[in-house]
């Protein structure tokens, strides 16, 4: 019978620590989707873990930095336990959407931290360069980001910014040494993304900076 009510007791205990351990993780990524900086110290204090996944398995920094917590992002980023190397189930790492959300501070902490640059397929750089965000460019450029990544059907990041209508990312991408000529997979270059859509002002810079390497490296 002592056996029994031992059992009992134990068996409480762990049903209340799984509630309340429950409510504290929703606590935590309710915090974050607020950006309330203060209260998701508070949760990590208690023993929550930094890297937890919400409902739909995304990572705590990568749900504060989709959900625009962006204090919050830098607070996880420079957490010791948070793991910089984490991705969202599309694959798309933490610098990735720093990258793309243009959050300089955070994209700073993680290369410190030792997240990959250059990571096989799809790179922050390319995400930088579809928003145009010229100082993230310049900073993953300064981490030795390779300026023409190719995505898995070979689009760089030049492309993407030719496609996206982001004239000043092209400009800043040509004078890095971006490599003008390359096709992806579907045979179509930087300028043919641009001409295709109307893009004249990154058409214009792409074809100056087409006929100049074209002359290059025939030698003339």
Excluded: C
Aim: net charge negative; hydrophobic share 45%.
């Amino acid at each position: 019978m002592k056996s029994y009510f031992k059992f009992l007791l134990y068996l409480y205990v762990f049903i209340g620590f799984s509630f309340t351990n429950a409510g504290s993780y929703d606590d935590f990524f309710k915090a974050i989707h607020f950006d309330q900086v203060q209260e998701v110290q508070n949760l990590l204090k208690r023993g929550i873990d930094p890297n937890s996944p919400n409902e739909k398995g995304v990572p705590a920094l990568i749900v504060a930095l989709q959900s625009g917590a962006f204090k919050t992002a830098v607070l996880l980023a420079q957490e010791p336990q948070t793991r910089v190397e984490v991705s969202n189930p599309s694959n798309e790492s933490a610098l990735m959407m720093a990258a793309i959300n243009n959050q300089i501070e955070v994209a700073t902490v993680l290369m410190e931290r030792g997240a990959e640059v250059n990571r096989k397929g799809w790179t922050a750089l390319h995400y930088a360069a579809t928003r145009g965000h010229i100082a993230m460019i310049r900073l993953l450029l300064e981490n030795s980001a390779y300026i023409d990544a190719e995505s898995p059907n070979g689009t760089t990041p030049l492309m993407m910014a030719a496609f996206y209508a982001q004239p000043l990312a092209v400009k800043l991408l040509l004078e890095e040494g971006a490599d003008p000529t390359l096709r992806n997979q579907s045979k179509a270059t930087a300028l043919d993304m641009a001409l295709a859509n109307d893009r004249k002002q990154s058409a214009f810079y792409l074809r100056a900076f087409t006929e100049a390497w074209e002359i290059r490296e025939s030698g003339e």
